[in-house]
DNA sequence: TTTTTCGTACCACCATCGAGGTATTTTCGG
DNA sequence: CCGAAAATACCTCGATGGTGGTACGAAAAA
């Protein structure tokens, strides 16, 4: 055991200190080493090519964009690539953007580190890991219909405090079919009105401030 | 200089894995010394009177209370403690709430390292520090009024959806009232509508999911 | 190919919201 | 003790929002 070769990180966090910590964690267990840092989503592409890590730890939110954007463009570059998501919320439907996009695993930041380690190596050796108060949560809005591109677009115009008119002119739609799609989306959600809508958008993690 | 005692320093953090890079980083300098963690802010009450940290960096969201009311028991308690608020966000009312309360410094967690060391060693010497980004910010609401704890408890019950009559009934006042109240936040907030004043209101940190 | 979903659009109707004004009581700071 | 601010309440009225129903073309899925 102690003859193999040690799990390859690389992290990816803009947050300095979150890495320093990461990286102390990692690199004081015998079979684990960080090789790579990474602060930006482009930083992250580029260092991945290089390293070819053997696990990625990836924060949700980065400078520059998305670590779900980033976590697509690796998947689809490195289709093996065994990608850890990161992050301080619990929006639902990041996680099951996530778990789509290949994710092999989802941590929150408030976690005790033994659980970390723990789920590098599940994944290093194959296995998806969440965690099972966020597999929970999850699960309870698996059942929920999921906004359509537009509707998010829609809900972001509204969550601005724009009127319906206001949003039908920036859309280039007409008013009523504003209308239509805001009834959809507090059906969906399940609000009572437009405020509750973004609210909840917002809770979910399916639109930002 | 060498001979001089270190800066004593508490960290308080929910977050193990920042916890951890706080300590790397503080320990790494001579004139600094990581001297007790706490990660609620019971324990972090508790850390400070056994401990009399010369600085105590204090994150703002914490498992069991605000960040707010750990300084404000700190400060009462121990008029001359010299505590740097800690924070992921950027909400202008927290940052103002923790300076009223007697907070000597204000980061945001994903600054750079030297700077946190730069900080703790100004607030040590007895100065206060503020990064621009953060000071810039607070500056751009300097001169808005403030929301009474009225209006901020109706912003609440606007974000769940509530309709006015529903928001007089929970609050025992008539509907009239609430419409006046949702007025006043509107001006004050600047927002066209009360879905704008709570989409204000969040990013504000007036009112939290 | 057929069916379903999505986005688009219109209509009528009622509920709710927001603007504007006036007024009373309480509380708090000067 | 007085004035300002806050909270309360009522009124009117025009603007906006939300409900229910129908419809059609395009695209995607079956």
């Known amino acids: ?63 520059d964009m998305s670590g779900i954007d980033v976590l697509i463009a690796l998947r689809t570059q490195f289709p093996e ?43 290093y050796a194959g296995k998806k890991r969440i965690p099972p108060e966020i597999a929970s949560q999850l699960l309870e809005h698996m059942s929920d219909e999921v906004l359509t591109e537009r509707e998010v677009e829609v809900l972001r115009e509204v969550a601005d405090g724009n009127r319906n008119r206001e949003i039908a002119e920036r859309l280039f739609i007409s008013e009523e079919t504003v209308k239509v799609h805001i009834k959809h989306i507090m059906e969906k959600l399940g609000a009572a009105d437009r405020t509750q809508a973004v609210a909840i958008g917002l809770r979910r993690g399916i639109i930002q401030l």
Chains 1, 2 share one sequence.
């Open 1 to 63: 055991m102690s003859s193999k070769s040690p799990i390859r990180v690389l992290s990816v966090d803009d947050h300095p200190l979150l890495r320093e910590g990461i990286a102390a964690l990692v690199n004081s267990q015998p079979d684990m080493a960080l090789i790579a840092e990474a602060s930006t989503g482009a930083e992250a592409i580029q260092m991945f090519s290089q390293q070819s890590p053997d696990v990625t730890l990836l924060d949700l939110r980065l400078p």
């Open 81 to 123: 690539a065994r990608i850890i998501m990161l992050t301080t919320f619990e929006g639902d439907v990041e996680v099951q953007r996530a778990l789509q996009a290949g994710a092999r695993g989802y941590l929150l930041k408030n976690m005790p580190p033994t659980e970390l380690l723990d789920v590098i190596r599940q994944v």
